[in-house]
């Protein structure tokens, strides 16, 4: 049976931690499908297109790696792609905490599907996409926090 990791987020935008641990999850998984959430009561600062566009690029030369949008249950979604992994980034101890209550409701909901969490590397662990969007917001220069695919102007 064919390895499917799910990585669920709204990833606005998509980060060089994002990025990590795609790669490292390539070792894990056969495939990962880069699941960008659709949420309309949430007002994001790039379109959905934009970011699947971004994290299209990023990958190109990846095959194993899938980039679509959805809306709903993330385990809802996995179960449509075949999926038995959801895979999560941690970056701090107050990340563990949220995502394990999020893992065990999910798995409560299917025993089949386990959650995978990878840590990020020590020079990403502080960036997230909330100082990525404040520092555009401001004026600054986000540019090292992001894939060079993932291009502002």
């Known amino acids: ?10 990833f606005d935008p998509f980060t060089l931690g994002h990025e990590s641990i ?20 949430k007002a994001n600062m790039f ?20 980039v679509e949008w959805y809306e709903g249950l993330t385990i809802a979604y996995c179960k449509s792609q075949n999926a038995r992994y959801i895979l999560r ?4 101890s107050s990340d563990f905490g949220f995502e394990r209550g999020i893992a065990q409701v999910n798995k409560a909901m299917d025993n089949s599907i386990e959650t995978i969490f990878i840590l990020a590397l020590p020079e990403h662990s502080a960036i997230s996409s909330t ?6 917001k401001n004026g600054g220069n986000a540019a090292q926090f992001v ?4 291009n502002f102007k």
């Open 47 to 66: 379109s959905i297109e934009q970011r699947i566009t971004w994290i299209q690029n990023v990958f190109k030369d990846e095959p194993r790696v899938k």
């Open 147 to 150: 894939p060079k695919a993932v």
């Open 131 to 136: 100082i990525i969007r404040d520092i555009i």
């Open 89 to 92: 980034g941690l970056r701090t």
């Open 22 to 41: 795609v790669k490292r999850a390539l070792d894990l998984f056969d495939e990962v499908i880069v699941a960008v959430g659709k949420n309309s009561t």
């Open 1 to 10: 049976m064919k390895r499917i990791a799910v990585f669920p987020g709204s």
